[in-house]
């Protein structure tokens, strides 16, 4: 796990919560999922135990994201998805093809949030960027079918 759930304990104590069973099977799930949604987080939490509901979930994921433990994104446009809070600010790049999550390090971005720092005085807030594309898997699947429908294109049009 990521983060220790001792962490997780003291940091809960230290503002007056306690660090409830479903809160660790919440934060366990968003640990081992990492992007994950509000309802793959309960089918995660679910197998372990099966009382929890959806309203638990959602209510849990925004404590633990006022408490710094969490954070979401949009990534599309279904439900934000959760990861711990504790890893490095970065940027999401999706996949508009096989629907896969890139993290890209913010440092990347260096330069685009420095002009709008500097042409619109813009802070811009990173981890809830998303940038959406094709993964190198899926653009080089999407080069090689183009490549083909040329080269039949090509020999059908030669007859």
């Known amino acids: ?21 479903q809160r ?37 994921l925004e404590l633990l994201e006022e408490l710094g433990l ?4 949009h990534l599309g446009h279904g439900a934000p998805t959760y990861h711990l809070a504790d890893r490095h600010h970065h940027l999401h790049l999706v996949c508009r ?5 890139i993290e890209a390090d913010v440092e990347v971005a260096a330069e685009f949030t420095g002009k709008l720092r500097e042409t619109f005085g ?8 998303a940038i959406f594309g094709r993964c190198a898997e899926c ?14 294109t090509a020999v059908t049009t030669e007859k």
Request: charged share 25%; with cysteine; hydrophobic share 40%.
């Open 1 to 21: 796990m990521t983060t220790d759930s001792t962490d997780w304990k003291s940091d809960l104590r230290q503002r007056g919560y306690r660090l409830t069973p």
């Open 24 to 60: 660790q099977l919440v934060l366990e799930a968003v640990d081992a999922l990492e992007h994950a949604t509000p309802d793959e987080i309960l089918v995660k939490v679910r197998k372990t135990a099966s009382g929890v509901n959806i309203s638990t979930v959602y209510r849990t």
């Open 70 to 73: 969490v954070s979401h994104a």
């Open 97 to 101: 093809d096989c629907s896969g999550v």
């Open 122 to 129: 813009f802070e811009t807030d990173m981890k809830h960027f």
């Open 139 to 152: 653009a080089a699947k999407a080069a090689a079918a183009e490549t083909t429908v040329t080269a039949v």
